[in-house]
């Protein structure tokens, strides 16, 4: 089994690709409009039309489908931007220069919940992690981090 790819439903998509594909550096790989029958019996939503728009790294990696439902529409759940509500809760990135990623997201006017912290501990033998959470416009917790090799552990 492998992972396709995550799905993520945003209320304004030309926002969301604003940040995804402006900010992150995606690439746009597929886009189409979702409606008919059989996106109702998939959902289980009557009278379904959205906007799909699938992204990813430019290195390739982990596809994204960005939703955006314009009927039914749905709610924004504030809980869901707290990491500590049960469910899918974050995605990560790995980047290779987290100080670099983190000076220009905050320049751009990201809101982060915290700069850049080292993991305490090696996460693998003598690999230690630095990673960061941060919001998108929509409030998904994005992870964005990097490793290191720490002789020392």
Not at 127 to 142: A, E, Q
């Amino acid at each position: 089994m492998r992972v396709d790819h995550v799905n993520i439903v945003v209320a304004d998509m030309e926002r969301s690709l604003a940040f995804y594909v402006g900010l992150l550096e995606m690439q746009v790989t597929f886009e189409a409009d979702l409606e008919g029958d059989w996106i109702e019996k998939v959902t289980g939503l009557p009278n379904v039309s959205a906007r799909c728009v699938f992204c990813q790294p430019a290195d390739g990696g982990m596809r994204f489908e960005l939703l955006q439902y314009r009927s039914p529409t749905g709610q924004t759940l504030e809980a869901n931007a707290l990491p500590q509500t049960p469910g899918l809760r974050h995605v990560a990135f790995e980047v290779d220069d987290l100080d670099a990623v983190y000076a220009r997201l905050l320049a751009a006017g990201v809101r982060f919940v915290s700069e850049p912290v080292m993991v305490p501990f090696g996460v693998a033998g003598s690999i230690r992690k630095r990673l960061c959470y941060l919001h998108d416009p929509d409030g998904v917790l994005i992870e964005m981090c990097s490793y290191e090799h720490d002789p020392t552990l």
